[in-house]
Antibody, heavy 121, light 114 residues
C-alpha cells in the first residue's frame, strides 16, 4: 500500500533553513504529482507547493514563493522541500501528499504522518 | 484565490443522528465542459493526517462507509453523515481544485458527539 514518510523537521531560528524529505513507496512515484500541505498548530490546512510527475513544473503558494523550493528524485522515490528565510508563521506540521493526477494538482489520495517545523528564537 | 467557507465551525450531534456540514465557494467550481464539480472532502481525526472521503463533490472513495455522502453543485456543497458513529468524531475539510494549482481548503468543521 501507499506509504509516505516525512523527515527533516525540527526547531530552527527565524531566518534559518531546513530541508524536508518524503520517502514514498507502494506506488509508481514517477507518474504522480506530489504536494506539500502544512497545518499550523490548532489551525486548518494550507497548500504549500506542488511538483508535476516529472519535475518539469513547480508551483507555490504566495506565502512561500521565493523562499521554498520543491523538488523530487524519481530514481529514489523521494520528494523534498527546501525552506529558507524561515519565519515564525512557517511553524506548522508539514505533510507530503500524493496527488490523484500527474499535472498541476487535483485532490490528495494519500498523506504522510507529517513532520513538525518550529521557527522560534 | 477561491475562498472556501464552511458552516458551522463546530457541530455536536447525537449518536445515530444525521450530521450535515456545508461548504460554500466564492466562485463556481463546476467545470462547464465536463459538468464536474472540482471539490473534495477530507476527514482528519486527532493526531492523524487528513483522509480523503469524497472527490468530485459526490464520489465516495473506496472503503469509505456509505453513511458518508456528498452533494451540491456550483458554489454550494454538503457533506452528510446519515447516522453518526463514535468513530466519526473529527474535523472535516472541503477543498476546491478548480483553480489548480492554487488549491484552497475550507477552515474546517469540528464534529463532536452530543
Amino acid at each position: 500500500q501507499v506509504q509516505l514518510v516525512e523527515s527533516g523537521g525540527g526547531v530552527v531560528q527565524p531566518g534559518g533553513s531546513l530541508r524536508l524529505s518524503c520517502a514514498a513507496s507502494g506506488f509508481s512515484f514517477s507518474t504522480y504529482s506530489m504536494q506539500w500541505v502544512r497545518q499550523a498548530p490548532g489551525k486548518g490546512l494550507d497548500w504549500v507547493a506542488v511538483i508535476t510527475y516529472d519535475g518539469s513544473k513547480t508551483y507555490y503558494a504566495d506565502s512561500v514563493k521565493g523562499r521554498f523550493t520543491i523538488s523530487r528524485d524519481n530514481s529514489k522515490n523521494t520528494l523534498h522541500l527546501q525552506m529558507t528565510s524561515l519565519r515564525p508563521e512557517d511553524t506548522a506540521v508539514y505533510f507530503c501528499a500524493k496527488d490523484k493526477g500527474y499535472g498541476s494538482g487535483t485532490y490528495y489520495t494519500d498523506w504522510g504522518q507529517g513532520t513538525l517545523v518550529t521557527v522560534s528564537s | 484565490d477561491i475562498v472556501m467557507t464552511q458552516s458551522p465551525d463546530s457541530l455536536a450531534v447525537s449518536l445515530g443522528e444525521r450530521a450535515t456540514i456545508n461548504c460554500k465557494s466564492s466562485q463556481s467550481v463546476l467545470y462547464s465542459s465536463n459538468k464536474k464539480n472540482y471539490l473534495a472532502w477530507y476527514q482528519q481525526k486527532a493526531g492523524q493526517p487528513p483522509k480523503l472521503l469524497i472527490s468530485w463533490a459526490s464520489t465516495r472513495e473506496s472503503g469509505v462507509p456509505d453513511r458518508f455522502s456528498g452533494s451540491g453543485s456550483g458554489t454550494d456543497f454538503t457533506l452528510t453523515i446519515s447516522s453518526l458513529q463514535a468513530e466519526d468524531v473529527a474535523v472535516y475539510y472541503c477543498q476546491q481544485f478548480y483553480s489548480t494549482p492554487r488549491i484552497t481548503f475550507g477552515q474546517g468543521t469540528r464534529l463532536e458527539i452530543k
